[in-house]
């Protein structure tokens, strides 16, 4: 049973720094995805980051929107996924879920295409 698990929300000012971790379990030594989604009341879930597991080391890839300011790394021996938010502004409140699924990363932001999700955890930037 795959499960994951999510840590690390809260609030931080503007310009300030956060990390989220999210440890994925039940994939037992295949190739898998994980990625962050991040949706507020206004939009639909999207995208932010996404590595491959299992393989010999993914990349990460980094949507525009924080390309430069956020940092995902991967521990392969913990099947953790870890997200540095640097230099947040007030557009990165959201919650930010943790999404998995088997297989490579490939080349998809849809949300559709994961099929394992976390519970969200809530991350509140103020001016």
């Known amino acids: 049973q795959v499960q994951l698990v999510e840590s690390g929300g809260g609030s931080v000012q503007a310009g300030g720094s956060l990390r989220l971790s999210c440890t994925a379990s039940?994939?037992?030594?295949?190739?898998?995805?994980l990625a962050w989604f991040r949706q507020t009341p206004r939009n639909q879930r999207d995208g932010i980051t996404s590595?491959?597991?299992?393989?010999?080391?993914?990349?990460?890839r980094y949507a525009d929107s924080v390309q430069g300011r956020f940092t995902a790394s991967a521990d392969a021996a913990r099947n953790t996924l870890y997200l540095e938010m640097n230099n947040v502004n007030t557009d990165d409140t959201a919650i930010y879920y943790c999404?998995?699924?088997?297989?490579?990363?490939?080349?998809?932001?849809?949300?559709?295409?994961?099929?394992?999700w976390g519970q969200g955890t809530q991350v509140t930037v103020s001016s």
């Open positions: 999404a998995a699924r088997w297989g490579g990363c490939g080349g998809t932001w849809s949300p559709l295409v994961f099929g394992f």
């Open positions: 590595v491959d597991f299992g393989t010999n080391g993914g990349t990460p």
């Open positions: 039940g994939f037992a030594g295949g190739t898998y995805c």
